[in-house]
């Protein structure tokens, strides 16, 4: 197609001199003769350039057409893998979970085997792994599965009287400092230190748990926000002046709370964050404090 319109240009370029000259030599009649072939060539020039354009500009758009199926063809696949690659990931880990049970079924059936010699005696077995279950390992108190429970029980309950429940939301101040500093045993040493004080902080009817990591969450049935707020700062208060004896070292370390209350019908998990939230202004606010939830 070059080669062509290169010459079609050639044709022109000596068509229209042609014409001019016999133009000037006023022969007239041959150069109306080339004028027209001077014309025809250069039409199709325009048409044979126009066509070269179009098909640059068409090949362009096919090729960025196939470019953008191809990466859609690359998104897709990478989809499809990671889809079953995580498929994978959760067979394993239920089969994981499945064959875990079942040993840990196992081991305390024979565990309990030789015990269990009546009904009183399987009863207090299987009361045994209930609390195994429901217990955070390290410091006694309520997992948060077991909290969780609590807390939809005391909101049917409020939904009944009408009576406002609390949360407590508490976290230890600088804790990573203090894992860095005197290594995770001390670090262990201080949640259970903190979870006594909670512990003996607390009513009959309040439920104290470990919430994650170093955030517990205090669930106060029948109590207002100002009453929690007031429980919150004494807690904090309290630990303020308490010391944790660990390989010959003396940690004192302070708590940080949020405080939020359910008093009308909300999704509990809006009056948890509020007072994550508050929990959060107060340690914007110098932390070993309390805030409560606006």
């Known amino acids: 197609m070059a080669q062509e319109i290169q010459d079609q ?28 072939e001077f014309d025809k060539i250069k039409n199709k020039l325009l048409s044979a350039q126009a066509y070269e354009k179009l098909s ?3 090949a362009r758009h ?21 889809r079953i690659r995580r498929q994978r990931v959760t067979i394993t880990l239920s089969i994981l979970a499945i064959v875990l049970a079942i040993i840990l079924l196992i081991t305390l059936y024979h565990r ?6 009546s009904g009183k005696a399987l009863e207090q077995a ?18 948060r599965r077991s909290m969780l429970e609590r807390i939809e029980i005391e909101t ?15 976290d230890i ?21 903190l979870a006594q004080v909670l512990a003996d902080s607390l009513r009959l009817q309040d439920v104290p748990a470990r919430w994650g990591g170093e955030e517990f969450l205090l669930l106060l049935p029948d109590t207002t926000i100002d009453g929690a707020l007031q429980l919150a700062e004494k807690i904090c208060h309290n630990i303020e002046s308490i ?3 660990c390989h010959e070292n003396k940690i004192q370390f302070t708590v940080s709370a949020g405080v939020s209350s359910y008093d009308h019908p909300e999704p509990i998990e809006s009056v948890i964050r509020k007072a994550d939230d508050a929990l959060y202004h107060a340690k914007k606010a110098g932390k070993n404090c309390a805030h409560k939830a606006i």
């Open 56 to 58: 640059a500009m068409k």
């Open 112 to 117: 309990f085997k030789l015990k269990v010699k």
């Open 173 to 193: 101040d600088d804790f990573k400092k203090i894992n860095d500093t005197f290594g995770h045993e001390c670090g262990d040493n201080v949640l259970i230190m």
């Open 126 to 143: 299987f009361q045994k792994m209930e609390q195994l279950a429901s217990t955070d390992q390290l410091t006694g108190l309520y997992n």
């Open 9 to 36: 240009n050639r044709l022109k370029d000596t068509s229209e001199s042609l014409y001019k000259l016999y133009e000037k030599q006023n022969r007239y009649e041959e150069a109306l003769k080339f004028r027209n």
């Open 156 to 170: 049917v309950r409020m939904g009944r009287t009408w009576k406002p429940f609390s949360f407590i939301m508490l």
């Open 62 to 82: 096919e090729k960025e057409t196939r470019e953008k199926q191809i990466q859609l063809l690359k998104k897709e696949q990478e989809v499809r893998d990671e």
């Open 243 to 245: 010391c944790v004896s």
